[in-house]
């Protein structure tokens, strides 16, 4: 009987060690997430670092009122187109006489090769070079004699002489005396715009030089 007795003693205490043992486990089980929060909780938050004042806005200093510019602002701004500078055609220039000498020569040397009639002296002269020193007339109608003031040397030229920019077109006046006489010429320059060359015609006329 002691025995049987001391048996379910024995059995009791094992089995409340063992339920003791199980309830310690399933609430350390629990406790565990329980401390894992509890830790989050308390670790350390990081803080937020003040670099100044917080921000309100501009400040009414740097406020400007509005003002209105005279100009619609959905209307597209067009630059107005710069005028340009009106070119003005230059006058150009003739070659020297030497130059003119030079052509009047070649000139020569072709004739004669060709055996062909050489070009009037006359022609290596400028009309503004040609001086009118008097006026003649004869069975072929009006003549004047001429002299070319660079060279000093005299010519007597016909309706139609050429010179070296332009040509006698007309000579009139009393072959007795010159009185009244005249004599036309057709004189072109040219003038360049743009790169461009043009000739420019007029009327040039003079009359017998006053000797006296």
């Not at 830790?39 to 806005?57: R, S």
């Not at 005028?83 to 072709?110: C, T």
Request: hydrophobic letters at 35%; glycine letters at 8%; a positive charge.
């Amino acid at each position: 009987m002691k025995s049987n007795a001391m048996k379910a003693i024995l059995l009791n205490v094992a089995l409340t060690l063992s339920l003791s043992v199980s309830m310690a486990a399933a609430a350390a089980a629990q406790d565990k997430p329980e401390q894992a929060a509890a830790k989050a909780d308390t670790a350390p938050q990081p803080q937020q670092v003040k670099t100044g004042k917080e921000y309100l806005g501009p400040t009414a200093d740097s406020i400007r009122p509005y003002r209105m510019s005279g100009r619609d602002p959905f209307k597209k701004t067009v630059k107005p187109k710069t005028a340009r500078g009106k070119q003005q055609a230059h006058l150009l220039g003739f070659p020297s006489l030497d130059v003119r000498r030079a052509e009047f020569r070649q000139k020569i040397d072709s004739a004669r090769a060709r055996d062909a009639a050489e070009p009037d002296p006359v022609s290596q002269y400028l009309v503004s070079e040609l001086e009118i020193t008097g006026v003649f007339r004869d069975e072929r109608g009006f003549g004047a004699f001429i002299r070319a003031q660079p060279s000093g040397t005299m010519f007597f030229v016909r309706n139609g002489a050429r010179c070296y920019n332009g040509e006698v077109t007309r000579i009139t006046g009393d072959g007795s005396d010159s009185t009244g006489a005249k004599v036309l010429f057709r004189e072109v320059s040219y003038t360049e715009l743009n790169g461009k060359r043009s000739p420019q015609e007029q009327v040039v006329t003079k009359s017998p030089v006053d000797k006296k």
